[in-house]
Protein backbone atom coordinates (compact mmCIF):
# COMPACT_ATOMS: atom_id res chain seq x y z
CA UNK A 1 0.00 0.00 0.00
CA UNK A 2 1.11 3.51 -0.62
CA UNK A 3 2.37 6.00 1.89
CA UNK A 4 -0.72 8.00 3.51
CA UNK A 5 -0.50 11.43 5.14
CA UNK A 6 -2.68 12.53 7.60
CA UNK A 7 -3.26 16.32 8.11
CA UNK A 8 -4.37 16.89 11.34
CA UNK A 9 -6.93 20.01 11.65
CA UNK A 10 -9.98 19.37 13.41
CA UNK A 11 -11.64 21.93 11.21
CA UNK A 12 -10.46 19.17 8.26
CA UNK A 13 -8.76 16.65 8.30
CA UNK A 14 -7.12 15.83 5.43
CA UNK A 15 -5.95 12.06 3.86
CA UNK A 16 -3.99 11.93 1.01
CA UNK A 17 -1.51 9.84 -0.86
CA UNK A 18 0.93 10.34 -3.74
CA UNK A 19 -2.58 10.47 -6.01
CA UNK A 20 -3.87 13.61 -4.29
CA UNK A 21 -6.86 13.91 -1.08
CA UNK A 22 -8.08 10.65 -0.62
CA UNK A 23 -11.16 11.91 2.22
CA UNK A 24 -11.68 14.92 4.89
CA UNK A 25 -13.39 14.65 8.20
CA UNK A 26 -14.62 16.88 10.83
CA UNK A 27 -13.17 16.67 14.68
CA UNK A 28 -16.66 15.64 15.97
CA UNK A 29 -17.63 12.88 17.51
CA UNK A 30 -21.08 12.01 18.73
CA UNK A 31 -20.70 9.35 21.93
CA UNK A 32 -24.08 6.88 21.67
CA UNK A 33 -25.32 4.33 23.75
CA UNK A 34 -23.05 1.42 21.85
CA UNK A 35 -21.20 3.64 19.21
CA UNK A 36 -18.78 6.56 18.75
CA UNK A 37 -20.28 8.73 15.62
CA UNK A 38 -17.78 10.49 13.74
CA UNK A 39 -16.91 13.59 11.47
CA UNK A 40 -19.84 14.86 9.64
CA UNK A 41 -22.40 12.59 10.97
CA UNK A 42 -21.62 13.54 14.29
CA UNK A 43 -21.76 17.47 13.58
CA UNK A 44 -25.25 17.45 12.03
CA UNK A 45 -26.28 16.08 15.46
CA UNK A 46 -24.70 18.02 17.74
CA UNK A 47 -27.11 20.51 18.55
CA UNK A 48 -29.72 17.66 18.99
CA UNK A 49 -27.53 15.80 21.82
CA UNK A 50 -25.44 18.29 22.96
CA UNK A 51 -24.50 16.23 26.26
CA UNK A 52 -22.92 13.26 24.34
CA UNK A 53 -21.07 15.46 21.41
CA UNK A 54 -17.59 16.35 21.49
CA UNK A 55 -15.36 18.57 19.33
CA UNK A 56 -12.43 19.56 21.04
CA UNK A 57 -10.97 16.38 22.10
CA UNK A 58 -8.01 17.38 18.98
CA UNK A 59 -7.75 20.81 20.37
CA UNK A 60 -7.14 19.56 23.99
CA UNK A 61 -6.02 16.16 23.64
CA UNK A 62 -5.13 14.58 26.93
CA UNK A 63 -5.31 11.51 28.94
CA UNK A 64 -7.23 12.79 31.60
CA UNK A 65 -10.56 11.32 32.90
CA UNK A 66 -13.77 12.56 31.80
CA UNK A 67 -16.90 11.18 34.29
CA UNK A 68 -19.64 12.52 31.41
CA UNK A 69 -20.14 9.50 29.34
CA UNK A 70 -19.12 5.96 30.60
CA UNK A 71 -17.91 4.91 26.94
CA UNK A 72 -15.73 7.78 26.99
CA UNK A 73 -12.44 7.64 29.58
CA UNK A 74 -10.56 10.58 28.12
CA UNK A 75 -10.44 12.61 24.83
CA UNK A 76 -7.58 10.35 23.45
CA UNK A 77 -10.63 7.72 23.26
CA UNK A 78 -12.14 10.12 20.53
CA UNK A 79 -9.19 10.99 18.97
CA UNK A 80 -8.28 7.31 18.70
CA UNK A 81 -11.78 6.62 17.60
CA UNK A 82 -11.65 9.35 14.89
CA UNK A 83 -7.83 7.79 13.69
CA UNK A 84 -9.42 4.32 13.53
CA UNK A 85 -12.53 5.89 11.11
CA UNK A 86 -9.81 7.38 8.89
CA UNK A 87 -8.33 3.87 8.55
CA UNK A 88 -11.26 2.69 7.73
CA UNK A 89 -12.71 5.04 5.27
CA UNK A 90 -9.13 5.70 3.62
CA UNK A 91 -7.73 2.12 3.80
CA UNK A 92 -4.70 2.93 5.88
CA UNK A 93 -2.66 0.12 6.45
CA UNK A 94 0.35 0.89 5.41
CA UNK A 95 3.10 4.01 6.41
CA UNK A 96 1.56 7.18 7.34
CA UNK A 97 2.92 10.78 7.73
CA UNK A 98 1.37 13.15 10.04
CA UNK A 99 1.28 16.91 9.62
CA UNK A 100 0.83 18.21 12.70
CA UNK A 101 -0.40 22.36 13.71
CA UNK A 102 2.83 23.99 15.36
CA UNK A 103 0.55 24.43 18.60
CA UNK A 104 0.60 20.67 19.50
CA UNK A 105 2.66 19.96 22.41
CA UNK A 106 5.20 17.41 23.45
CA UNK A 107 3.21 15.32 25.15
CA UNK A 108 -0.42 15.60 22.67
CA UNK A 109 2.79 14.86 20.27
CA UNK A 110 3.54 12.04 22.36
CA UNK A 111 -0.37 10.94 22.56
CA UNK A 112 -0.70 11.31 18.94
CA UNK A 113 2.17 8.79 18.59
CA UNK A 114 0.90 6.09 21.09
CA UNK A 115 -2.26 5.97 19.81
CA UNK A 116 -1.17 5.33 16.42
CA UNK A 117 1.10 3.15 17.32
CA UNK A 118 -2.06 0.84 18.24
CA UNK A 119 -4.08 1.86 14.50
CA UNK A 120 -3.66 -0.76 11.50
CA UNK A 121 -1.08 1.63 9.98
CA UNK A 122 2.25 2.71 11.25
CA UNK A 123 3.41 6.19 11.92
CA UNK A 124 6.89 7.12 10.35
CA UNK A 125 6.94 11.01 10.76
CA UNK A 126 5.88 14.46 12.04
CA UNK A 127 6.23 17.02 10.38
CA UNK A 128 4.80 21.28 10.88
CA UNK A 129 1.84 21.78 8.58
CA UNK A 130 2.62 25.30 8.31
CA UNK A 131 5.59 24.07 6.88
CA UNK A 132 4.94 22.05 4.97
CA UNK A 133 2.36 23.84 3.33
CA UNK A 134 4.46 27.20 3.11
CA UNK A 135 7.50 25.12 1.13
CA UNK A 136 6.37 25.18 -2.23
CA UNK A 137 4.93 28.77 -1.87
CA UNK A 138 7.44 30.81 0.23
CA UNK A 139 9.56 33.54 -1.23
CA UNK A 140 10.56 35.98 1.08
CA UNK A 141 12.72 35.56 3.75
CA UNK A 142 9.81 36.50 6.13
CA UNK A 143 6.47 34.02 5.89
CA UNK A 144 3.27 34.59 7.96
CA UNK A 145 1.01 31.17 7.39
CA UNK A 146 -2.20 31.44 8.72
CA UNK A 147 -4.59 28.57 9.34
CA UNK A 148 -8.70 28.55 11.01
CA UNK A 149 -8.86 25.29 13.50
CA UNK A 150 -12.57 24.66 15.52
CA UNK A 151 -11.75 26.80 17.99
CA UNK A 152 -9.13 29.30 16.96
CA UNK A 153 -6.53 30.59 14.69
CA UNK A 154 -2.43 29.55 14.65
CA UNK A 155 -0.38 32.07 12.74
CA UNK A 156 3.31 30.64 11.99
CA UNK A 157 5.95 32.44 11.57
CA UNK A 158 9.03 30.91 9.17
CA UNK A 159 12.15 32.15 8.50
CA UNK A 160 13.85 31.58 5.24
CA UNK A 161 17.72 31.16 5.11
CA UNK A 162 19.19 30.25 2.23
CA UNK A 163 16.84 27.43 0.85
CA UNK A 164 16.23 26.48 4.41
CA UNK A 165 12.53 26.96 5.63
CA UNK A 166 12.23 26.76 9.57
CA UNK A 167 9.34 27.49 11.86
CA UNK A 168 10.37 29.97 14.50
CA UNK A 169 7.17 30.92 16.49
CA UNK A 170 3.83 30.30 16.76
CA UNK A 171 0.78 32.13 18.04
CA UNK A 172 -2.68 30.92 18.85
CA UNK A 173 -5.65 33.69 18.92
CA UNK A 174 -8.53 31.80 20.48
CA UNK A 175 -11.88 32.34 20.51
CA UNK A 176 -12.04 33.11 16.59
CA UNK A 177 -12.22 29.25 15.25
CA UNK A 178 -14.79 27.79 12.60
CA UNK A 179 -17.14 26.77 15.29
CA UNK A 180 -16.83 30.48 16.75
CA UNK A 181 -18.09 31.80 13.48
CA UNK A 182 -20.71 29.75 13.17
CA UNK A 183 -21.86 30.70 16.88
CA UNK A 184 -21.34 34.22 15.58
CA UNK A 185 -23.86 33.64 12.37
CA UNK A 186 -26.45 31.63 13.69
CA UNK A 187 -27.14 34.22 16.32
CA UNK A 188 -27.43 36.41 13.65
CA UNK A 189 -29.72 34.29 11.52
CA UNK A 190 -31.61 33.98 14.39
CA UNK A 191 -32.29 37.76 14.54
CA UNK A 192 -33.13 38.52 11.79
CA UNK A 193 -36.16 35.60 11.61
CA UNK A 194 -37.62 36.26 14.45
CA UNK A 195 -37.73 39.43 13.34
CA UNK A 196 -38.85 39.64 9.63
CA UNK A 197 -40.89 36.15 10.48
CA UNK A 198 -42.07 36.35 13.85
CA UNK A 199 -39.99 32.97 14.19
CA UNK A 200 -37.38 31.61 16.47
CA UNK A 201 -34.94 28.65 14.72
CA UNK A 202 -33.18 28.47 17.84
CA UNK A 203 -36.24 27.55 19.84
CA UNK A 204 -35.39 23.76 19.81
CA UNK A 205 -32.97 21.22 19.14
CA UNK A 206 -34.29 20.22 15.73
CA UNK A 207 -34.56 23.34 14.40
CA UNK A 208 -31.63 24.84 15.87
CA UNK A 209 -29.33 21.65 14.01
CA UNK A 210 -31.30 22.56 10.95
CA UNK A 211 -30.29 25.99 11.04
CA UNK A 212 -26.49 25.02 11.56
CA UNK A 213 -26.90 22.74 8.98
CA UNK A 214 -27.78 25.32 6.24
CA UNK A 215 -25.79 27.92 7.12
CA UNK A 216 -22.66 26.62 5.00
CA UNK A 217 -25.27 26.80 2.24
CA UNK A 218 -26.30 29.71 2.08
CA UNK A 219 -22.80 31.14 2.63
CA UNK A 220 -22.27 29.94 -1.12
CA UNK A 221 -25.11 32.22 -2.49
CA UNK A 222 -24.36 34.45 -5.85
CA UNK A 223 -23.87 37.80 -5.16
CA UNK A 224 -27.26 39.33 -6.29
CA UNK A 225 -29.60 42.33 -6.84
CA UNK A 226 -30.38 43.52 -3.21
CA UNK A 227 -26.75 42.11 -2.22
CA UNK A 228 -28.84 39.85 0.53
CA UNK A 229 -28.27 36.46 1.61
CA UNK A 230 -32.03 34.60 1.15
CA UNK A 231 -32.45 32.40 4.51
CA UNK A 232 -35.15 29.64 4.05
CA UNK A 233 -35.87 26.94 6.93
CA UNK A 234 -39.09 24.78 6.79
CA UNK A 235 -40.78 23.98 10.10
CA UNK A 236 -43.40 21.33 9.89
CA UNK A 237 -45.51 22.36 6.79
CA UNK A 238 -44.26 26.02 6.47
CA UNK A 239 -41.66 27.73 5.04
CA UNK A 240 -39.79 30.78 6.43
CA UNK A 241 -37.66 32.94 4.21
CA UNK A 242 -35.49 35.93 5.74
CA UNK A 243 -32.69 38.15 3.89
CA UNK A 244 -29.20 38.79 5.80
CA UNK A 245 -27.79 41.99 3.98
CA UNK A 246 -24.19 40.79 3.39
CA UNK A 247 -22.70 44.71 4.87
CA UNK A 248 -24.45 43.21 8.07
CA UNK A 249 -23.00 39.93 7.75
CA UNK A 250 -19.63 41.65 7.31
CA UNK A 251 -19.66 44.00 10.24
CA UNK A 252 -20.75 41.54 12.67
CA UNK A 253 -17.58 39.11 11.30
CA UNK A 254 -15.14 42.53 12.03
CA UNK A 255 -15.16 42.09 15.66
CA UNK A 256 -13.87 38.48 15.20
CA UNK A 257 -11.55 39.60 12.03
CA UNK A 258 -10.03 42.47 14.07
CA UNK A 259 -8.63 39.86 16.69
CA UNK A 260 -6.67 38.00 13.93
CA UNK A 261 -6.04 41.21 11.98
CA UNK A 262 -4.08 42.41 15.14
CA UNK A 263 -1.54 39.95 15.50
CA UNK A 264 -1.09 39.22 11.59
CA UNK A 265 -0.15 42.86 11.90
CA UNK A 266 2.55 42.68 14.92
CA UNK A 267 3.85 39.82 12.79
CA UNK A 268 4.17 41.45 9.27
CA UNK A 269 4.92 44.81 10.64
CA UNK A 270 8.41 44.19 11.55
CA UNK A 271 9.60 43.25 8.10
CA UNK A 272 8.61 42.30 4.98
CA UNK A 273 6.79 39.35 5.36
CA UNK A 274 5.03 37.21 2.56
CA UNK A 275 1.12 36.25 4.25
CA UNK A 276 0.23 32.55 3.29
CA UNK A 277 -3.70 31.56 3.76
CA UNK A 278 -4.92 27.82 4.10
CA UNK A 279 -8.10 26.98 2.38
CA UNK A 280 -9.88 27.03 5.27
CA UNK A 281 -8.85 31.23 6.33
CA UNK A 282 -9.35 32.11 2.49
CA UNK A 283 -13.11 30.69 2.90
CA UNK A 284 -14.46 33.07 5.60
CA UNK A 285 -16.61 35.53 4.54
CA UNK A 286 -14.78 38.74 3.43
CA UNK A 287 -11.93 38.26 5.65
CA UNK A 288 -9.23 38.56 2.62
CA UNK A 289 -10.71 41.73 1.68
CA UNK A 290 -10.59 42.95 5.51
CA UNK A 291 -6.68 42.04 5.41
CA UNK A 292 -5.55 43.37 2.05
CA UNK A 293 -3.40 46.41 3.60
CA UNK A 294 -1.23 43.65 4.64
CA UNK A 295 -0.05 43.65 0.97
CA UNK A 296 0.24 40.34 -1.45
CA UNK A 297 -1.96 37.68 0.08
CA UNK A 298 -1.42 34.09 -1.20
CA UNK A 299 -3.81 31.36 -0.80
CA UNK A 300 -3.16 27.23 -0.56
CA UNK A 301 -4.89 24.80 -2.47
CA UNK A 302 -6.81 22.43 -0.02
CA UNK A 303 -3.77 19.55 -0.79
CA UNK A 304 -0.83 21.58 -0.48
CA UNK A 305 0.42 20.08 2.46
CA UNK A 306 0.10 16.63 1.20
CA UNK A 307 1.91 17.14 -1.36
CA UNK A 308 4.64 18.57 -0.10
CA UNK A 309 4.71 16.03 2.82
CA UNK A 310 4.82 13.50 -0.54
CA UNK A 311 7.23 15.41 -2.10
CA UNK A 312 9.84 15.52 1.23
CA UNK A 313 9.13 12.55 2.27
CA UNK A 314 12.39 10.79 2.47
CA UNK A 315 13.18 14.45 4.72
CA UNK A 316 10.48 13.33 7.15
CA UNK A 317 10.02 9.61 7.63
CA UNK A 318 12.46 8.82 10.71
CA UNK A 319 12.73 5.88 12.45
CA UNK A 320 10.44 4.25 14.58
CA UNK A 321 12.52 5.22 17.89
CA UNK A 322 13.66 8.60 16.19
CA UNK A 323 10.40 10.33 15.22
CA UNK A 324 10.29 13.77 16.30
CA UNK A 325 8.46 17.02 14.69
CA UNK A 326 10.30 18.30 11.82
CA UNK A 327 10.03 22.01 11.97
CA UNK A 328 12.90 23.02 9.50
CA UNK A 329 13.43 21.63 5.84
CA UNK A 330 15.60 22.81 2.64
CA UNK A 331 13.36 23.46 0.15
CA UNK A 332 14.56 21.51 -2.98
CA UNK A 333 14.63 22.51 -6.79
CA UNK A 334 17.23 25.58 -6.07
CA UNK A 335 20.16 25.96 -8.36
CA UNK A 336 22.29 26.18 -4.90
CA UNK A 337 20.45 23.41 -3.31
CA UNK A 338 23.21 21.26 -3.51
CA UNK A 339 25.47 23.85 -1.92
CA UNK A 340 24.22 24.96 0.77
CA UNK A 341 24.82 22.08 3.05
CA UNK A 342 28.80 23.13 2.65
CA UNK A 343 27.64 26.85 3.13
CA UNK A 344 28.78 27.94 6.88
CA UNK A 345 26.56 27.55 9.72
CA UNK A 346 25.96 30.31 12.08
CA UNK A 347 28.46 31.01 14.60
CA UNK A 348 27.34 28.34 17.48
CA UNK A 349 30.42 30.30 19.60
CA UNK A 350 27.11 32.84 19.76
CA UNK A 351 25.38 30.90 21.20
CA UNK A 352 24.48 30.47 24.84
CA UNK A 353 25.57 27.23 26.69
CA UNK A 354 24.09 27.59 29.93
CA UNK A 355 20.91 29.02 31.90
CA UNK A 356 21.98 30.86 34.89
CA UNK A 357 18.51 30.58 37.20
CA UNK A 358 19.18 31.01 41.52
CA UNK A 359 22.82 31.22 40.95
CA UNK A 360 23.48 28.12 38.94
CA UNK A 361 24.34 27.99 35.90
CA UNK A 362 22.55 25.00 34.40
CA UNK A 363 24.04 23.32 30.76
CA UNK A 364 21.49 24.08 27.58
CA UNK A 365 20.59 20.60 25.88
CA UNK A 366 17.04 19.79 26.66
CA UNK A 367 15.55 21.68 29.48
CA UNK A 368 12.45 21.29 31.23
CA UNK A 369 10.82 24.14 32.87
CA UNK A 370 8.59 22.71 35.29
CA UNK A 371 6.02 24.47 38.14
CA UNK A 372 5.93 23.43 41.46
CA UNK A 373 6.10 25.09 45.18
CA UNK A 374 10.10 24.11 45.55
CA UNK A 375 12.41 26.52 43.77
CA UNK A 376 15.41 25.02 41.93
CA UNK A 377 17.56 24.08 44.39
CA UNK A 378 20.93 20.87 44.39
CA UNK A 379 18.08 18.28 44.69
CA UNK A 380 16.39 19.72 41.14
CA UNK A 381 17.24 17.27 38.17
CA UNK A 382 19.89 18.79 35.83
CA UNK A 383 17.40 18.10 32.67
CA UNK A 384 15.09 20.95 34.82
CA UNK A 385 14.63 23.98 35.94
CA UNK A 386 11.57 24.37 38.39
CA UNK A 387 10.04 27.59 39.03
CA UNK A 388 6.77 28.16 41.48
CA UNK A 389 4.07 29.76 39.56
CA UNK A 390 0.71 29.85 41.04
CA UNK A 391 -2.46 29.23 38.60
CA UNK A 392 0.14 27.69 36.41
CA UNK A 393 0.02 24.10 35.10
CA UNK A 394 2.94 21.85 35.69
CA UNK A 395 4.83 21.90 32.66
CA UNK A 396 5.52 25.43 31.10
CA UNK A 397 7.81 24.89 28.66
CA UNK A 398 11.33 23.79 27.17
CA UNK A 399 14.80 25.22 26.44
CA UNK A 400 16.36 23.08 23.56
CA UNK A 401 19.57 23.23 21.80
CA UNK A 402 19.20 22.88 18.13
CA UNK A 403 20.94 22.30 15.25
CA UNK A 404 20.29 25.84 14.45
CA UNK A 405 20.23 27.65 18.17
CA UNK A 406 18.48 27.64 21.13
CA UNK A 407 14.91 27.71 21.28
CA UNK A 408 12.25 28.05 23.81
CA UNK A 409 8.85 26.56 23.73
CA UNK A 410 6.09 27.58 25.59
CA UNK A 411 2.90 26.54 23.58
CA UNK A 412 0.52 28.85 24.77
CA UNK A 413 1.99 29.50 28.25
CA UNK A 414 2.86 33.35 28.24
CA UNK A 415 6.51 33.73 29.23
CA UNK A 416 8.69 37.14 28.97
CA UNK A 417 11.39 37.47 26.70
CA UNK A 418 13.21 40.61 28.05
CA UNK A 419 10.57 41.78 29.17
CA UNK A 420 7.80 41.15 26.16
CA UNK A 421 5.62 38.59 26.00
CA UNK A 422 5.91 35.51 23.62
CA UNK A 423 4.29 32.41 23.43
CA UNK A 424 4.92 28.86 20.89
CA UNK A 425 8.79 28.44 19.79
CA UNK A 426 10.95 31.54 20.13
CA UNK A 427 14.78 31.87 19.38
CA UNK A 428 17.15 32.55 22.46
CA UNK A 429 20.05 34.51 21.94
CA UNK A 430 22.76 35.01 24.48
CA UNK A 431 21.94 37.95 27.15
CA UNK A 432 18.35 37.10 26.75
CA UNK A 433 16.24 36.91 29.96
CA UNK A 434 13.33 34.68 30.56
CA UNK A 435 10.10 35.04 33.36
CA UNK A 436 7.21 32.93 33.57
CA UNK A 437 5.26 36.16 35.02
CA UNK A 438 6.92 39.47 36.53
CA UNK A 439 7.56 38.96 39.64
CA UNK A 440 9.70 35.49 38.96
CA UNK A 441 12.90 34.83 39.74
CA UNK A 442 14.75 35.44 36.51
CA UNK A 443 16.39 32.52 34.16
CA UNK A 444 19.43 34.78 31.63
CA UNK A 445 20.92 33.03 28.88
CA UNK A 446 24.73 32.44 29.45
CA UNK A 447 27.55 31.33 27.89
CA UNK A 448 30.63 28.91 29.85
CA UNK A 449 33.78 28.75 28.00
CA UNK A 450 35.23 25.42 28.71
CA UNK A 451 37.42 24.63 31.34
CA UNK A 452 35.61 27.30 33.21
Not at 178 to 203: D, V
Not at 204 to 211: I, K, M, R, Y
Not at 410 to 430: A, C, D, H, M, Y
Request: hydrophobic fraction near 40%; proline fraction near 4%.
Amino acid sequence: MSLKVIELNDNAINVGDESGLILESLGFALALENKIELGESAEQQARLQPTNSYNKFWHELSMEPLSRHRGVRHLADLAYAQLMHLAELGDIDSDVIFAVPGNFTRQQLAILLGLAKQSPFNPVGLVDSALAGALNTASSESVVYADIQLHQVVLSKLLREGNTLKTESVIQVPGVGSQNFMNLMMELATGLFIQQCRFNPQHNAESEQQLYNALPHWLQQDENDDNSLILELRSHSNVHTAKMPRESLRSNLAQYYEKISEQLLALTIQQDSQLILSKGMNDLPGFVSSISELGDIQVLSRDAVNSACIAYQHHIIRPADEIHLINALTIEGSDSASSNAREPQPDQKLNPTHVLFCNRAVPIASLDIINADKLNGDSAPLSSLVVSARDKPRQLGLIELASDGVFLDSSSEIFLLNEKPVTGRQKLKLGDNLRVHESSDELRLIQVSDGE
